[in-house]
């Protein structure tokens, strides 16, 4: 069994913009490349679960999607950063699916490939949909950042809350 990151895409891998979809405004976040190989140095795998319901409300089509995330593996595997599995949801909230966080369709169809062990894994979020999600799926471990949707520490449900992903290296030892 194998331990994993699963993480959120806007806000935790890249710059929270509304409805992300075009190559020139997308914006890694600070440090972002960093963090990420400190945590496959510690033997995690990469995985992104991401919510994108500007398909469904039509501001982008799944080929604008793909066609960005083609390009941002690109980008990360130029940096030796290796991204196991990408899941989407291209659904709205009121479509009621499954794979919605913080449903867990999208862990759900990553576990059906990948041996991980959900107990010394974690989920790096910036919405408390996100954190839900883990927990449904049975995700012990959960940091909430702050680097995208504004929130109240308080009102965080994770284990953790920090500025951003770059703050793992503080969280995550081993």
Known sequence: ?????????DGVVNVEKDYTYKIEEFEFVDSLFDSLIYLQNLGYKLFIITNQSGIARGYYTINDYNKLTNWMLDQLEQQKIYISQV??????????CNCRKP???MIDNILEKH?????????????????LCA?????????QVKSG?????KD???????????????????
């Open 156 to 174: 965080s449900i994770a284990n953790y809350v920090c500025n951003s992903i770059k703050d793992v290296k503080n969280i995550i030892k081993s």
């Open 115 to 131: 041996e991980v062990d959900l107990s010394t894994s974690w989920l790096i979020g910036d919405k408390k949909s996100d954190i």
């Open 103 to 105: 449903k867990t369709g």
């Open 149 to 153: 949707h504004h929130f109240d520490d």
């Open 1 to 9: 069994m194998q331990k994993a990151v699963f993480l959120d895409r």
């Open 135 to 143: 927990k449904n799926a049975n995700i012990k471990n959960t940091i």
């Open 87 to 96: 899941e989407f949801c291209p659904h709205g909230p009121e479509d009621n």
